[in-house]
DNA sequence: ACAGGTTGGTCAAGCAGCTTGACCATAGAG
DNA sequence: CTCTATGGTCAAGCTGCTTGACCAACCTGT
């Protein structure tokens, strides 16, 4: 592989992942949530079982002074809430309220909407090898979210 | 393909995204470049024949005073240079200098060697049909810089 | 038990990079 | 030869991040 199709590969990818990112976001917004695209990534990181202020800036590729404001924001709208830490007193759990349990649903029905699109040009198999190959790539990395 | 599988591709198309910039970035800046990865976006669009400003501005999903700094800062390190338009007076060209184009050539050559790393994981074919399919989804969409 | 260092979290200030708004010069249509 | 649209810059403002300082709670070793 030549080095400007190497390039070209980057390109493609951050052009892909861009188009993405705002399809998604832009789903959930005509849902009625008002939230930018950080949010859902924090939100990925929060669903299983909640998690910490650092342990989101650490997925989220920030500070956790950066996340604790990004938390406070979200508190605000009423997507989270602060709980002690069952194991740690100095620690905030950071959980899902119903209302961000809803965004985060609607997050995953814009998203495979936004798939289908692909899946329509790719063909469905060709998506799902596709997932594969990528989360091969970097399996738990963070999710930067400027550049 | 169920709704979180469709958010697990995008997160993993994310990561790779995100993981892909950064090691381009930190190669280039390994072979003493002082650049930003938007300016390595920036570089892919001059390279064929220059732009103009606007151009560039939809290119990175900007608005045209913000390339407008960006370039004026990139004249400043010296990888560019603005240039009457041959074609409009009130435009001009930007165009990569000697500098712009040795630093284009290096973020090639990062561009290499971390996809070649993609290419141990995955080998060399799939990589091939992972370009393939990305290109297909998002031909000439903006490389949104931010989120 | 407790001193010393580490870790989780917040507060505060600063800053980089973007946006909006205003403006000028040239282009192009009627 | 006006009238509107377009390319570009200047200026001001804001958002979301960073750095630095700090406190509270944890966790060692002694």
Redesign the pocket.
Known sequence: MHNHEALALSAALLAAAGDLTQRINDGVVARGFEV?P?HGFAFTRLAPAGA???ELGVHLG?????A????EELVRKGYVE?RP?PE?????LIVLTERGWECTRAAEEAAAEAVRAWAAVLGEAEVRVLRDQLSRIAPDGPVR??W
Chains 1, 2 share one sequence.
Do not use: E, F, G, Y
């Open positions: 930018r950080a910490t202020v650092t920030v500070t956790k002074q950066a604790s404001q990004l938390v602060r830490h740690d007193a100095r620690a905030r979210p400027t």
